[in-house]
């Protein structure tokens, strides 16, 4: 009775074990994803941003919006993630190509 005891206690914390594994693992890959993103985004002033992209945020689907920050994000393809202040103080953040095209 002493030996099943044990053996279920063995893989009872085996099981936790891999679990407590597991998840620090997807914890740390999540990080190195932000790190990556992060270290892919240049910052742009705002007068630097292509016209393209100056003509959508000046657009009616933007009123009352300021620009907040932005950055040239390097990848696949290339883009500019422009975060947006509103008049509500609340922000929301745009992601546009060179041409003014919406990334998503």
């Known amino acids: 009775?002493?030996?099943?005891?044990?053996?279920v206690a063995a893989v009872a914390l085996t099981g936790i074990s891999y679990a407590t594994v597991n998840t620090n693992t997807e914890a740390i890959t999540n990080?190195?994803?932000?790190m990556e993103e992060e270290q892919d985004k240049t910052p742009?002033?705002?007068e630097e941003l292509?016209?393209?992209?100056?003509?959508?945020?000046s657009s009616d689907a933007y009123?009352?919006?300021?620009i907040k920050q932005a950055f040239l994000v390097q990848g696949e393809k290339a883009y500019y993630e422009v975060?947006?202040?509103?008049e509500d103080a609340s922000t929301m953040t745009v992601k546009l190509?060179?041409?003014g095209q919406e990334v998503k």
């Open 50 to 57: 292509p016209e393209a992209v100056k003509k959508v945020l």
């Open 83 to 86: 975060e947006l202040v509103k």
């Open 63 to 66: 009123a009352g919006t300021t």
């Open 1 to 7: 009775m002493k030996k099943l005891i044990i053996a």
């Open 31 to 34: 990080e190195v994803r932000i």
């Open 44 to 46: 742009v002033k705002a």
């Open 97 to 99: 190509d060179e041409q």
